[in-house]
């Protein structure tokens, strides 16, 4: 049984395309999967523990590997954070990158969800975007094509 449900990977590409246009992933150099994940990390970390956060997207990692090539080589840190994506990005085909960080980013939320629900995972991921002017159409437009 996949946790990542259309909503739920429809999320995960909107958040990136979000992070990249709106955050400036390309001026910072930071792939856009690393600008979500650092996103959440404080908001969830706070409410889940570092350790939580941590165990969350080890496993979203692990996931992944399942079905992208590259994500075996990131690690994540102590503290929650992601490492070696910089480094990743060079080397492994664009389009495959970008395919594999929203895997990354929808199991992660997948996960979030199994643990608190669907609903409450938006709930939460729109108090992180909450500034998002642009933010609040995306979660809105995933509830109605979750419920319709």
């Known amino acids: 049984?996949?946790?990542?449900?259309?909503?739920?990977?429809?999320?995960?590409?909107?958040?990136?395309?979000?992070?990249?246009?709106?955050?400036?992933?390309?001026?910072?150099?930071?792939?856009?999967?690393?600008?979500?994940?650092?996103k959440l990390r404080p908001f969830l970390a706070?409410?889940?523990?570092?350790?939580?956060?941590?165990?969350?997207?080890?496993?979203?990692?692990?996931?992944?590997?399942?079905?992208?090539?590259w994500p075996h080589l990131m690690q994540v840190n102590a503290n929650g954070s992601l490492e070696g994506l910089d480094e990743l990005e060079g080397q492994v085909p664009r389009k495959e990158f970008a395919e594999g960080s929203v895997v990354l980013i929808a199991e992660l939320l997948g996960l979030l969800a199994v643990f608190i629900g669907e609903d409450l995972t938006f709930r939460q991921l729109d108090e992180v975007w909450s500034e998002a002017s642009s933010h609040e159409q995306i979660l809105l437009t995933e509830k109605n094509e979750k419920t319709g």
């Open 1 to 38: 049984m996949s946790r990542i449900t259309p909503p739920i990977q429809n999320l995960a590409r909107r958040l990136i395309i979000y992070e990249t246009r709106e955050l400036g992933a390309y001026e910072t150099k930071r792939p856009s999967a690393f600008l979500v994940c650092e």
């Open 46 to 69: 706070s409410r889940m523990g570092t350790a939580g956060f941590r165990a969350l997207l080890s496993r979203a990692v692990v996931l992944t590997n399942a079905k992208s090539a």
